[in-house]
């Protein structure tokens, strides 16, 4: 059974500094990876998916990264601002479970002014 | 294009009653989800539809939660009766179809039960 970790829940950082937010996942046999951001009381915004076979993805000041054989993923946000406050989940596509998405617990982020 | 929409945004019922929300996919979308997402935590997929036939149910509290997409585009999801640990987001996303394709959330429905 796939599951999915993401160390630590919380985070608070002063504005300006770089974010690296750490996801893991117990099963390599993965479609790809996406990055969801949350802010209270509303949906899931997708920010960026990785494909198994790529190492990283780009988005303005998000970078995403997937080591696949080590079951982990990071993203960094650089210099970050009051306004990237919110909670950040990353979720797998098993190979088995066609467009299932399984999610971590999500890693809620306070950017300081 | 218009995004998946949800309501209500917000619910309280008192444990033991009923309540449905209601979700309405993005044009053309043929899959759609349900999920449960308990505070601090990540949503969990209750329930996955291919038009109007179910392709995962294996999370859904079946003796208490029901779900149909009648005509492949609305869904509705019923709780009833409610518990207390029913108190949960719910949210419904939908995806172009079921192969591996990028799902698109809705705002959610915050359940409240007391």
């Known amino acids: 059974k796939q599951e999915v970790t993401q160390i630590p829940a919380a985070l608070s950082v002063p504005e300006g500094e770089n974010l690296v937010l750490n996801c893991s996942f117990t099963?390599?046999?993965?479609?790809?990876l996406q990055w969801f951001r949350q802010d209270p009381g509303k949906g899931l915004t997708s920010l960026l998916l990785?494909?198994?076979?790529?190492r990283e993805q780009t988005s303005g000041r998000l970078n995403a990264s997937l080591d696949k054989s080590s079951g982990r993923s990071t993203l960094y946000i650089a210099a970050s601002q009051p306004g990237d406050s919110a909670t950040y989940l990353c979720?797998?596509?098993?190979?088995?479970?066609?467009?299932?998405?399984?999610f971590g617990g999500g890693t809620r982020v306070l950017v300081k002014p | 294009e218009a995004g998946v929409a949800q309501s209500p945004r917000y619910k309280i019922i008192e444990k033991r009653q009923s309540v449905a929300f209601w979700c309405n996919p993005i044009?053309?979308?043929?899959?759609l989800y349900w999920y449960q997402q308990i505070l601090g935590q990540g949503p969990k997929l209750l329930i996955q539809?291919?038009?109007?036939?179910?392709?995962?149910d294996s999370q859904l509290p079946k003796d208490r939660f029901s779900a149909e997409r009648l005509k492949g585009v609305d869904s509705t999801l019923k709780i009833q009766p409610a518990k207390l640990e029913d108190s949960a987001v719910y949210l419904c996303?939908?995806?172009?179809?079921?192969?591996?394709?990028?799902?698109?959330f809705g705002p959610g429905t915050r359940l409240t039960v007391t």
């Open positions: 979720a797998v596509r098993p190979q088995a479970a066609g467009n299932k998405l399984t």
């Open positions: 539809f291919q038009n109007n036939g179910v392709v995962d």
């Open positions: 044009s053309g979308h043929a899959t």
């Open positions: 099963d390599s046999a993965i479609y790809n």
């Open positions: 990785i494909q198994s076979s790529q």
């Open positions: 996303a939908s995806s172009l179809t079921s192969t591996v394709y990028e799902q698109y």
